[in-house]
């Protein structure tokens, strides 16, 4: 099975309101080409984090779902990770395993006649 390298949409700040419906279809138009299911957003020149950061992630990650894919963070500021965490937005930052997966290596033991969980 082959892995597809996946895109990456660099965004440098601050994105003025006007430009988020571009950035939009720059996602679901890198899922189209490269088939890789994933657009990496390098987010390390956006700017101070802010709503409008949060704004702009959230609608990345909501136009790639609706395309059938997700985005993936690169470098995002240990503030932004915490805002993005304090509301609630659990968007996937290069590097670490995706939080309903188990780490690679991670086998849980199940005793015989014990009923599934």
Same mark, same amino acid.
């Given at each position: 099975m082959n892995a597809v390298t996946?895109?990456? #949409? $660099?965004?440098?700040?601050? $994105?003025?309101?006007?430009? $988020?419906?571009? #950035?939009?279809?720059?996602?679901?138009? +890198?899922l189209a080409v490269t088939g890789a299911g994933v657009v990496v957003c390098d987010v390390a020149g956006l700017g101070p984090p802010g709503?409008?950061? $949060?704004? #702009? #992630?959230?609608? +990345?990650?909501?136009?790639?779902?609706r395309a059938g894919g997700r985005t993936r963070l690169r470098d995002p500021d240990p503030a932004l990770r915490s805002l993005l965490r304090? +509301?609630?937005?659990?968007?996937q930052v290069e590097g670490e395993v995706e939080e309903r997966e188990p780490a690679l290596g991670v086998e849980e033991e199940v005793e015989p006649g014990q009923p599934a969980v």
């Open positions: 996946p895109a990456v #949409l $660099v965004l440098s700040g601050p $994105v003025a309101r006007d430009e $988020v419906p571009g #950035l939009c279809d720059d996602v679901r138009e +890198l709503l409008a950061a $949060v704004d #702009l #992630l959230a609608r +990345l990650e909501l136009a790639a779902r304090f +509301l609630g937005l659990g968007l």
